[in-house]
């Protein structure tokens, strides 16, 4: 499975930027697909996740601003982000975990908001 995060780049705080992750293959099947950032200097983390059966959890530090979704017609992740603040600065992961073998990650891309 390859996945193809898009959308990345920069906007001032209190903006907007939806975040694509595009898989090679359906994802339909998949257990669950979800976003991570690291920001510069610090380790990976949680954002959202959205299982299979669309039970989504966010990180406190985004709920009420972030919104996860999937079109499995499209094969496609995606991440609305809004209201956006200068410590939401980070490159962003989409992954997913297959039920047979294991989980992927996508190559990341790098969301910059300036104060």
């Known amino acids: 499975v390859q996945l193809q995060a898009s959308g990345g780049g920069l906007v001032q705080a209190g903006g907007s930027l939806r975040l694509s992750c595009a898989a090679s293959?359906?994802?339909?099947?998949?257990?669950?697909m979800a976003w991570y950032r690291q920001a510069p200097g610090k380790g990976r983390e949680f954002v959202a996740i959205?299982?299979?059966?669309?039970?989504?959890t966010y990180a406190d530090s985004v709920k009420g601003r972030f919104t996860i979704s999937r079109d499995n017609a499209k094969n496609t992740l995606y991440l609305q982000m809004n209201s956006l603040k200068p410590e939401d600065t980070a490159v962003y992961y989409c992954m997913t975990r297959t039920t047979d073998t294991g989980d992927y990650w996508g190559q990341g891309t790098e969301v910059t908001v300036s104060s």
């Open positions: 293959r359906s994802i339909s099947g998949d257990v669950l």
């Open positions: 959205i299982t299979v059966s669309s039970r989504i």
